[in-house]
């Protein structure tokens, strides 16, 4: 009968044990969903970006084509975990720079960049804008500047003003070479 009992006691402490577990893994901390090794129009790397995405178990990508048209001046990429924002690229044409109203960005205090006519940084974005009259990948007849912004968001907002520039670069040469700036 005492044998009994130990077996009982050491049974229900095992599964005690491993309920406790499998409760412990649940509230852990979250894998990050791996990116495809290009994405977003191919502009982007995986390795460039995979750091700086949120925790979560699913990922999505929403993405237009990256082609303009008269009635079509922007194109989009979005990212998403567990339904969250993760990772953003926009690029959108003008006609000239009277568009590029980037007053609401002085709040966070942006550093400027030296990326194609006036570019900035901020803590978890990047902007700029170049002269493009697009020859490829383009209906446009009247756009002459080319707006780009990428995004970091999610959970944890830190500061990546370092990471931005080089992200921004990759962005502005990926356009540049797709769309034939001319």
């Known amino acids: 009968m005492h044998h009994i009992r130990r077996i009982a006691a050491a049974t229900t402490l095992s599964l005690t044990l491993a309920v406790a577990t499998i409760g412990c893994a649940k509230d852990g901390i979250k894998a990050t969903p791996e990116l495809p090794d290009k994405f977003c129009w191919n502009a982007f790397e995986k390795t460039d970006i995979q750091p700086y995405i949120i925790p979560g178990e699913k990922m999505t990508q929403d993405a237009d084509t990256f082609h303009f048209a008269e009635r079509k ?43 194609g006519e006036k570019g900035i940084v901020w803590n978890t974005g990047a902007r ?44 502005t040469a990926f356009a540049q070479k797709e769309l034939r700036c001319g």
């Open 73 to 115: 001046r922007s194109t989009s990429c979005l990212i998403h975990v567990d339904g969250k924002s993760a990772f953003s690229a926009f690029a959108r044409f003008q006609d000239d720079k009277t568009g590029f109203d980037w007053s609401s960005f002085d709040r966070l205090k942006p550093n400027p960049v030296k990326i």
């Open 128 to 171: 700029t804008y170049f002269p493009c009259k697009a020859t490829a990948n383009s209906d446009l007849s009247t756009a002459k500047y080319l707006e780009l912004e990428i995004f970091l968001s999610g959970a944890q907002v830190e500061n990546h003003r370092k990471k931005l520039p080089d992200l921004l670069k990759q962005f």
